[in-house]
């Protein structure tokens, strides 16, 4: 926390004050480069929506156009597609599953390698970060193979856990320095009055760096929302796919319906913005933190 | 134990003192070692999910696996799968599309990252709404971000209707289904999408470099480029040094853009390594061969993993 606290002033302060003296500069590069920078990432936005909202006749002709009229049909046959309530289920289960999964044992974890210095913690980062840098190609082809010997292939189980286990060294890198933060006199406090470890834990470490839970859970629930690799590999059929996994197939395949992709585009993107709207100024200090250490 | 002694005998707490001050250092070092377990669930779960599936990849890199042998004995044959895939044709190709790929996005990634960083450091409304709305697309599903880039760049895309319409080219230019072109626009796309993640963390390094330190340049009449040149550069050389390596791999273990935009086609033209042993493994079948290449990429990252583990500590160690 007393990381945190100095970063999230230095963000709303250090503007401040040479910033008004850089306002009345006249900028005549870093001005026009800003809204070039807008358009680069405003435009592919704008055309999943624009072209989600269009017949497929009118994108044939010319994709790129901006005089159409506008139609939701692009919807209402997504919408009536019978797997699209199972697909949204599935990822909202699996999403919801894996970070709850993750955070159980990734809040614990951060927490003991954040707080002991021993050569097994020197060791069990750095075997955390390889596996985080391990291509995910490298753990589908065995979890495949186990899956199908433990009979969690074509189950929600089995992606869950196979999520967890792409996203815990992740989680666990990412909290421990929001534990490492909390000053320890405040634990050597609580047991002073004879708090139990885990109970100093649970009622002092946990409320104070609850930044960093909600932080990492909102990006473990981002990262397994999107994650398709699994999906399409251990369901056996496409009843079963999340939303990513069926975007995945219809995106690979031939004769794309584009204003039905993007219209599904669209419905995969919803809960991701309602999550980002509630907790980007979170992800703005947390990541930063969590990235450089 | 010796707290629960001091509690039901209070009266004894002065002159068990010497004692007491002995063995309280000790019993705090045991608690702190004690905090380990706290990293048991993980220990556990990884050892069975991540490096057990490890150890089995290994093995099956040293066997003959097809899917119809997938789930009995494997029969060893030592190197085959290795040399099988190199004399394939693929392997080396593979390669060389994984440096010549890792290298454009890092590239990219890095330059990119600093240049919007320094452009969106401003206190206005619109860095703030750029900056907002690029971690938002980092946010999103790569399918989603993959599957609108392969639309703008198709025959009848936005990006061709543009460079035909200014005239810089009389056709459509085949970006996804050229081989000249193919691996290239996947790499800048895996670009746009790692840039805002880049540029955020460049902001706050920016961010922290003291205001008067600009004052200063300022007084002695700097301008703006070398403001940037020297000051901004050289304050977030740790951070790129970091981010560096992060960009490394995430452009080395890119999975989900190739797959969307381009599948590893045409031909061979946007086959990484990951991405060839996923194809050997579930699209040819050929497990054993796919395992092969795939501890070929895992061996890369272990000495990834080293040059990162080396940068961390020269980062924390200036900080």
Redesign the interface.
Known sequence: MSIVIP?AD??AS??????P???K?F?P??GP???V??L??????L??VL?SLKQPGD??????SFLFTPTLDAYTNVLSTSGLFVAMQQSLVIAAGTTALTL???I??G???A??D?R??TI?L??L??????????????????F??WGLLDQNAGVI??D??LL??FA?LLLRPFFRAVPEALE?AA?ID?AS?PRT?WSIMLPIARNGVATTGTLVF?LS??E??YAV?FFLSPGNYPL?AL??QQ??AFGIN?PG??AL?VI??IP??IL?TFT?RL??EG??LG??? | MS?DLT?ARPSRRLSASPGHTRRFPRR?SL?????????????V??LI??F???A??GR?SVSD?SART??SPWEFVGADNFVGSATQGSLVPAFGNTVVFVLIVTVIGLIGGL??AI??????W??A?????????W??????????????L?D???IN??ITGIGLSPTAVPFLYDERFALLSVAIVNS?AVV??NA??F??AI??????T??AA?IDGAN?WQEIWHMIVPAVRP?TL??AV?TI?YA??S??FI??MT?GGPGVATNT???L??LQ??VRFD?GM??AT??I??LL??V??VI??RS?RS??AHS
Do not use: C, H
């Open positions: 970063r230095a963000t250090a503007p401040s004050s040479p910033q003296r850089r306002k500069r900028e590069v870093a480069l800003r809204v920078l807008l680069i990432y405003a435009v592919p936005i055309f999943i072209t994108v044939i002709s010319s994709q790129s159980l044992v990734a614990p974890a927490y003991g390698l707080r002991v021993s097994i913690t069990g750095g075997l970060i390889v596996l985080q840098m391990v291509p995910q190609t490298a753990n589908v082809i065995p979890l495949y193979q186990i199908g010997a856990i196979a967890t286990a815990i060294p666990t050597e047991s004879g470890i834990f981002l929302w999107g398709f690799l590999n990513s975007l995945a995106v690979s584009w992709l993007m585009g995969t993107s991701i913005l980002f980007y992800l703005r990541l930063t990235a450089v250490k | 707290a509690a705090r608690s702190r070692r004690g905090k380990l377990l706290f990293a048991l669930p993980a220990g779960f990884l999910f991540s057990f599936p490890l089995q990849l099956m696996v997938l789930n240049a919007a452009l969106l450091s401003t206190s206005t619109l860095s709404f750029v900056l907002g709305l690029m971690v938002f697309i946010a999103l599903p790569p399918v989603v971000n993959g599957s609108v880039w392969k639309f703008l198709g009848a895309g936005l209707s543009i746009w805002p993640f955020l963390v902001r706050a961010l922290g470099i003291p205001g008067e600009f004052e300022r703006r951070t970091v981010l992060l791999v080395f273990r999975f989900d797959f969307v599948y390594l990951p991405f042993s996923y493994a579930f497990f796919g395992a795939a501890v990429s895992v990252v272990l990834l993993a990162y583990a961390v980062e924390e």
